[in-house]
Every structure is written in structure tokens, then in C-alpha cells.
Antibody
Framework: QVPLVESGGGVVQPGRSLRLSCAAS????????MHWVRQAPGKGLEWVAVISFDGSHKYSADSVKGRFSISRDNSKNTVFLQMNSLRAEDTATYYCARDLGCSNISCHGNAFDIWGQGTMVVVSS | SSELTQDPAVSVALGQTVRITCQGD??????AGWFQQKPGQAPVIVIY???IRPSGIADRFSGSSSGNTASLTITGAQAEDEADYYCNSRDRSGNHWVFGGGTKLTVL
């Protein structure tokens, strides 16, 4: 059983929207912050966004601010990434990751301990 | 540009020790994490909170930090350690995270 499974990727035209999902199973989900991280083809990892364990705090990278929004549904063990006004430079594999270092108790650590397998987003006309 | 700086490439002879470094001002305040990524695979955490090794990660991997530099050391590198390695940490705001540009490790 794969703990985190992303879905929703695909090919989309510039300016359009896409919603990614990351479903968790077999792991503690609702007590930890969740991140989205992306990787353009042949490039390094880029942090995209984070949401706190209860959804009350959300932050995103400057490169996606105002266009992407992160949310979660703890009743469904799922975190989402709504991507609007997509650009060619958003083309990447998008990973979700759990942060064991940021929980309902404290958020001083840094431990992206579990990652999904990724979902590919291609923005092209 | 990344706020965490890594050497693009490092090589090590089989069985020898190699240190991969990550520099950034935020490392004076926040913990570093280290990830191994092999071609076509998702990243895997090898060190978190600067020097903690997750269960299942070989004990030849260790982490340390001094000032603005975090280090990942592989003691007795194996062929299977050949991969890209990324560090990460929070940025100076504490509410955003950043990754280093990655280091490609070649085991000779």
C-alpha cells in the first residue's frame, strides 16, 4: 500500500486551471503539515506550498502566490493543490510530502518523511 | 535563485567517505533535511532535523551542522549511493521552505 498517492496531473493549456489531489492511507495524516514540492524536467526540487495540520495556516512560494492555493480535507485524508492561471514554467512533476517536523504539537522541525510518487503537469498550447 | 547553495557535483571512490555541503543563512536558525533522489524516483529522506536518521536508512549516512553550513556525510560510500542529493530548510521568514540546487554524487 502506497502511503501517499497524487492524482490530477495532465496536459493543460496556458491560462487554464488544474486541481491536484494527494490521498493518504495507512499513515497518520491529520496531525501533520503537508507540503507540495515540484520538479521541472531535468531540474531540482522546488518547494511550492504548505498547509498546517488543521488547515488554519497556509503559505506558498512567491512563484505561485496568487495563482495556486493549498487546502486539505482531514475527513478524507486528502490534500489538494488548486492551480490557476497556469504557465509553461509550471510544467513539472508535483509531489506531496508529509512533514513529521510540523505537527499539532509543535512546528519547529524539518522532516519531509513520506513522499508520493508524483503526478506530472504539462502546460502547453 | 535558491537560498541554499550546494556543489553541483561530487565524486567519491567506492568505500571512501564523502561530505556533501549546503550553505545558507537560514541554517543558523533552522534544521536541515537531506534527500536522496535516483532517476525516475521520488525523493527519499535520509536525514531530518539536521542529524536524525530515519529507520531503514543505512547508518553510513550522517548529518551535521555548523554555522551557516549543513553537511551530509556518507562513510564508506556504496555503488547504490550514486544519486542526486538535496538539502532543504526553512527560509529566513520561517514560514517558507527552500531546497538547495542539488548535488550529483558519482561513486567511482
Amino acid at each position: 500500500q502506497v502511503p501517499l498517492v497524487e492524482s490530477g496531473g495532465g496536459v493543460v493549456q496556458p491560462g487554464r486551471s488544474l486541481r491536484l489531489s494527494c490521498a493518504a492511507s495507512g499513515l497518520t495524516f491529520s496531525s501533520y503539515a503537508m507540503h507540495w514540492v515540484r520538479q521541472a524536467p531535468g531540474k531540482g526540487l522546488e518547494w511550492v506550498a504548505v498547509i498546517s495540520f488543521d488547515g488554519s495556516h497556509k503559505y506558498s512560494a512567491d512563484s505561485v502566490k496568487g495563482r495556486f492555493s493549498i487546502s486539505r480535507d482531514n475527513s478524507k485524508n486528502t490534500v489538494f493543490l488548486q492551480m490557476n492561471s497556469l504557465r509553461a514554467e509550471d510544467t513539472a512533476t508535483y509531489y506531496c510530502a508529509r512533514d513529521l517536523g510540523c505537527s499539532n504539537i509543535s512546528c519547529h522541525g524539518n522532516a519531509f518523511d513520506i513522499w508520493g510518487q508524483g503526478t506530472m503537469v504539462v502546460v502547453s498550447s | 535563485s535558491s537560498e541554499l547553495t550546494q556543489d553541483p557535483a561530487v565524486s567519491v571512490a567506492l568505500g571512501q567517505t564523502v561530505r556533501i555541503t549546503c550553505q545558507g543563512d537560514s541554517l543558523r536558525t533552522y534544521y536541515a533535511g537531506w534527500f536522496q533522489q535516483k532517476p525516475g524516483q521520488a525523493p527519499v529522506i535520509v536525514i531530518y532535523d539536521e542529524n536524525i536518521r530515519p529507520s531503514g536508512i543505512a547508518d553510513r549516512f550522517s548529518g551535521s551542522s555548523s554555522g551557516n553550513t549543513a553537511s551530509l556525510t556518507i562513510t564508506g560510500a556504496q555503488a547504490e549511493d550514486e544519486a542526486d542529493y538535496y538539502c532543504n530548510s526553512r527560509d529566513r521568514s520561517g514560514n517558507h521552505w527552500v531546497f538547495g540546487g542539488g548535488t550529483k554524487l558519482t561513486v567511482l
